[in-house]
């Protein structure tokens, strides 16, 4: 009968998984009747002679019987179990397989039945076919590759015929040799082209233009034989425009007169500045720092105004501010009018002919920014002039030089500007004093310093930043903050240096303020430091990789989803001179002394104030000036 049987026990896990249990399970609730179960070539089942909610018997006995189809003769099988394990059945184990419990229920004698009806099929054969996908509104070539399945002699006519599948027929297709010519109708010789390669024996076709409708299955059928190459087309459609839903202007900031909104930016900003300063310092105070936080600041704003979902939370994180803060851009507006007598801020957007801003962008910029849209133009050379002289006037001739060049693919530059002049409310005295300024290698550098013998400000050493502060009052609400290490050796700059952040910083201004004025012998170097830095590497560090690759910036650019920054810098200009402190920054997106004296005539960092907005307009550190 070609079948073997084997006890349940010897199959494994991973066999009785192809036993059909999930059509034996059918017939659990089923006794004294027939279960048709249909198994494939080689298979192995288990069949249970009774389902589990049949009677029970007692001193019952199992006899199972197999007729086969083949020759209606009737065998009875030697297993007595109450499971009969059938295994790699072939073609002779159809039939009918009946199994019959006899035992006692009670007092009476009761015999049980079961039969299954097993048929053994050839599974089916395997079919392979091309699957080729292309977008919608795309051309679409389906390969014919027949060279093994031809002739050795030449042909002149093509040795294949298409044919389209379509619903229950199958159409044949009538390629056409004009691969210039296209239509609009279905699928006619307008939009299918023969794409012959002969190299390759490649009898394609090129269906024009594919549409979603076009999708379904193709034959080529070889003349003169039965062989038939079938290829499946998908046709996806055209994914949504990648800034769909995402170029609604900024949503509007419900109450913009709040106090707590103010503090929100004020805070994000302290907190900002100190961030930017701990990533440009670096690891080894080398060289001298000076930038304006704000001028950063105010330039990711103005960015952040057209960033759209994960762009706009990555802005937001790094500028330290709640998610979905929609009062953003009106607190920084507020914030540019209360230091407007100390710092004069600009913002500037050029932009290519060729590119589309969104219209609210372009309004909200100039709401907030007071940001005028202005073109590009085709002339590299020129639109360096352009951006240089619009950042000389707004930084009073102090930075003459943002940038060297514009790339001629550059079709976005977002630029800010800040300016700041502030006067001594001490003078120092008219001297032209000279003094020696203590480097890290302990070289003495002669130097022109500022020099009062009776200087009035604020001193304390704070252990927090393990530096001796002074505070010193400028005009228009601001002050100078200079700390100075332990010190002159790196090691103690280095501890002071990493001492800055958030915290320390805010307890600086506290304990600051509390300190009484008092007067002091004060030496500080005449100091003219302009810095230009390239920000991509810090904006990196701060978590805005993506500006680089593939921001989110549909507020700004609705019609683009492949604008990115192709170049961030800032250029900063400070000086200490006997007339005051001033400073001029632009951003483009491209050792306790005795009390009696205060002497920073080694190396310090600088804080410059702003004591009514509570933020810092320039941070740095002279190392050598």
Not at 295 to 304: D, G, H, K, P
Not at 407 to 430: H, I, M, Q, R
Not at 534 to 560: A, I, K, Q, Y
Request: aromatic share 8%.
């Amino acid at each position: 009968m070609g079948l073997k049987l084997l006890p349940f026990e010897s199959i494994s896990a991973t066999e009785s998984n192809t036993m059909y249990r999930i059509l034996l399970l059918l017939c659990a609730g089923l006794f004294l009747c027939t279960c048709d179960i249909s198994v494939l070539l080689n298979s192995s089942i288990s069949l249970p002679c009774l389902p589990d909610d049949a009677p029970t018997l007692v001193d019952s006995t199992y006899t199972w019987s197999f007729t086969s189809d083949q020759t209606q003769e009737q065998h009875i099988l030697e297993e007595k179990s109450h499971i009969l394990n059938l295994r790699s059945l072939n073609t002779t184990g159809s039939g009918q397989y009946k199994c019959v419990q006899e035992g006692y229920k009670g007092e009476d004698r009761v015999r049980l039945s079961r039969t299954f009806t097993i048929r053994v099929e050839a599974p089916p054969v395997v079919q392979e076919w091309r699957v080729i996908k292309v977008e919608a509104k795309n051309d679409a070539t389906l390969p014919c590759q027949v060279a093994k399945f031809l002739s050795s002699r030449e042909t002149k006519s093509p040795p294949v015929v298409w044919k389209r599948e379509k619903e229950e027929e199958v159409v044949l297709l009538k390629p056409d040799k004009d691969t210039d010519s296209q239509g609009e109708g279905d699928l006619t010789p307008q939009r299918v082209f023969w794409d012959t390669r002969p190299d390759e024996q490649d009898w394609a076709i090129k269906i024009s233009q594919a549409r979603e409708e076009d999708a379904g299955m193709y034959q080529c059928v070889i003349r003169d034989s039965p062989k038939i190459l079938f290829v499946e087309l998908e046709v996806q459609p055209p994914p949504p425009p990648p800034c769909l839903g995402h170029t609604d202007p900024w949503e509007a900031c419900l109450d913009p007169d709040s106090r707590s909104g103010r503090a929100v930016v004020q805070e994000s900003l302290r907190e900002f500045s100190t961030s930017v300063y701990s990533n440009l310092k670096g690891s080894e105070p080398k060289t001298n720092l000076i930038f304006s936080p704000v001028s950063i600041a105010v330039a990711l704003y103005n960015l952040l105004l057209g960033a759209r979902n994960e762009t706009r939370t990555h802005l937001e994180d790094t500028l330290k501010l709640p998610p979905k803060f929609s009062c953003s851009h009106s607190e920084i507006k507020n914030l540019k009018q209360v230091i407007k007598d100390s710092l004069k801020m600009a913002s500037a957007m050029y932009y290519s002919p060729e590119l589309q801003l969104g219209e609210a962008f372009i309004n909200q910029s100039l709401e907030f920014y007071d940001a005028i849209p202005q073109k590009l133009t085709n002339d590299s050379d020129l639109n360096v002039k352009l951006i240089n002289k619009w950042v000389e006037d707004k930084t009073n001739k102090k930075i003459t030089e943002l940038i060297k060049e514009v790339d001629p693919l550059t079709s976005f530059v977002l630029l800010n500007a800040v300016y700041f002049n502030g006067k001594w409310k001490t003078l120092f005295e008219s001297t032209k004093k000279r003094d020696n300024f203590t480097t890290f290698s302990d070289e003495a550098k002669d130097i022109s310093t500022l020099y009062s013998s009776k200087y009035r400000l604020q001193m304390s050493y704070l252990k927090s930043l393990k530096a001796e502060v002074g505070k010193f009052p400028l005009s228009g609400k601001n002050s100078l903050y200079i700390l100075l290490p332990r010190t002159s050796s790196e090691e103690d700059f280095l501890l002071m240096e990493n001492s800055i952040n958030y915290n320390t910083i805010e307890e600086m201004v506290s304990e600051m303020n509390k300190m009484p004025i008092q007067t002091a012998e004060v030496t500080l170097p005449i100091i003219k430091l302009t810095e230009t830095t390239p920000l991509e590497d810090l904006l990196r560090n701060l978590g805005l990789s993506d500006l680089f690759s593939n921001p989110n910036l549909c507020g700004m650019f609705p019609d683009e989803s492949e604008a990115f920054i192709s170049d961030v810098r800032h250029s900063a200009f400070f000086s200490l001179t006997e007339k005051g402190v001033e400073a001029a920054a632009a951003t483009s997106i491209s050792y306790s002394r005795s009390f009696s004296t205060f002497s920073a005539l080694r190396p310090f960092v600088l804080i410059l104030w702003n004591d009514e907005a509570a933020i810092p307009l320039f941070m740095g550190r002279i190392i050598d000036p």
